[in-house]
């Protein structure tokens, strides 16, 4: 059975750090493309950041970039997102995907991540 399972949310303050964690199981971690998504309310979700299976290479979001690190371990079978100085308008719920290339992809349930004073 598939799964991936994110974890790490919560309400930080203006400037503070997350991590976010997906563990992932039921499918061959290592050789799929892994994101992460977010949407805040009344919005439509949008790609946040991406590590490749084949080199581990990244890309982001311009308006996270200098701030987020997507990272894997596909040993531990998880992919994280480390998110520093937080700002209100990264309120949103969170997702994890995982993308094999041209063919199918999987979701997570979502975690809130609520940035506020």
């Known amino acids: 059975q598939v799964q991936l399972v994110e974890s790490g949310g919560g309400l930080v303050q203006p400037g503070g750090s997350l991590r976010l964690s997906c563990a992932a199981s039921?499918?061959?971690?290592?050789?799929?493309?892994l994101s992460w998504y977010r949407q805040a309310p009344g919005k439509e979700r949008e790609l946040v950041a991406v590590i490749t299976w084949s080199n581990n290479s990244t890309n982001y979001a311009d308006s996270v970039k200098g701030r987020f690190t997507i990272s894997r371990d596909n040993v531990k079978n998880t992919v994280y997102l480390e998110m520093n100085s937080l700002k209100p308008e990264d309120t949103a719920v969170y997702y994890c995907?995982?993308?094999?290339?041209?063919?199918?992809?999987?979701w997570g349930q979502g975690t809130q991540v609520t940035v506020s004073s």
């Open positions: 039921g499918f061959t971690f290592s050789r799929y493309r």
């Open positions: 995907n995982a993308l094999f290339v041209g063919n199918h992809d999987f």
